[in-house]
């Protein structure tokens, strides 16, 4: 079992940055891949970006490729997210998530989840 808690949300204007963290508790973080994931209101939750457990294998959703980097820092137990070009459309709640694999990140059940961050952009 492990526990996530992300941070660094906030209010930013377009064409702003925001580098979101997740810190992982319980399990030790390094057997997991891990993702950032958002969800607006009224609209479902969608893949943003994903790592795998070494941080050597990463993936992104086309609509964030070049303006979003995920990385982790297994020593600190977190993943981040740096988010750079920000856009309204960007608005969300931010969700980090963990699983076995980063396939399991990209296409499973995700096993576990955070509270979520609120991301909002403005023009």
């Known amino acids: 079992q492990v526990q996530l808690v992300e941070s660094g949300g906030g209010l930013v204007q377009a064409g702003g940055s925001l580098r979101l963290s997740c810190a992982a508790s319980g399990r030790p973080f390094s057997r997991y891949a891990m993702g950032w994931f958002r969800q607006a209101p009224g609209k479902e939750r969608e893949f943003v970006a994903g790592?795998?457990?070494?941080?050597?294998?990463?993936y992104y959703a086309d609509f964030v490729k070049g303006r979003f980097t995920i990385s982790r820092d297994n020593a600190k137990n977190t993943v981040y997210l740096q988010m750079n070009s920000l856009k309204f459309e960007d608005t969300a709640v931010y969700y980090c998530?963990?699983?076995?694999?980063?396939?399991?990140?990209?296409?499973?059940?995700?096993?576990?989840w955070g509270q979520g961050t609120q991301v909002t952009v403005s023009s």
């Open positions: 790592i795998g457990h070494s941080g050597a294998s990463t």
């Open positions: 998530a963990a699983d076995g694999s980063l396939q399991a990140i990209l296409t499973g059940t995700r096993d576990y």
